[in-house]
């Protein structure tokens, strides 16, 4: 291997490693979850001042984070609802725990690692709301 080939190849090396870092700082830190959320939101209201909309976003994160209110979000209870019926489409009033499994994930409320617990027989709309909201708090006050 000549001079030109080691260092193209400890170049890529070090290009690894460097985006290996920066995407383990931005799980830790849940960036690209903030980002997704943000995102989410400027496409649902398609305000018409994109950045003003952004900033407004970051500034009620950010006081809700301090007085843990009023988190700004897309799926308020009537939308959580809506989605319980459309998985319990006999309407017996409970879905399985992997339905529940499939909507946190849809979601984005269940971490790649966690498992749901799933001897549990059946999951009823107020403990899908439930769970549901208070993982979207936990979920907002993370950032």
Request: with cysteine; net charge negative.
């Amino acid at each position: 291997m000549d001079t030109r080939d080691k260092f193209l190849t400890r170049r890529l090396e070090l290009t690894s490693l460097r985006e290996e870092e920066a995407l383990m700082y931005l799980e830790k830190h849940r960036v690209l979850d903030l980002l997704v959320n943000l995102t989410s939101s400027l496409i649902f209201y398609q305000p018409e001042k994109p950045r003003d909309f952004l900033l407004n976003m970051l500034a009620r994160i950010k006081i809700a984070k301090i007085t843990a209110v009023d988190f700004p979000c897309l799926m308020d209870d009537s939308n959580l609802v809506s989605m319980f019926e459309i998985m319990d489409p006999t309407n017996q009033g409970f879905i399985t725990p992997v339905q529940y499994r499939e909507a946190l994930k849809n979601l984005g409320l269940l971490d790649p690692d966690e498992v749901i617990d799933e001897d549990k027989e059946v999951i009823t709309r107020d403990d899908f709301r439930d769970d549901v909201n208070k993982r979207t708090l936990k979920m907002w006050s993370a950032f």
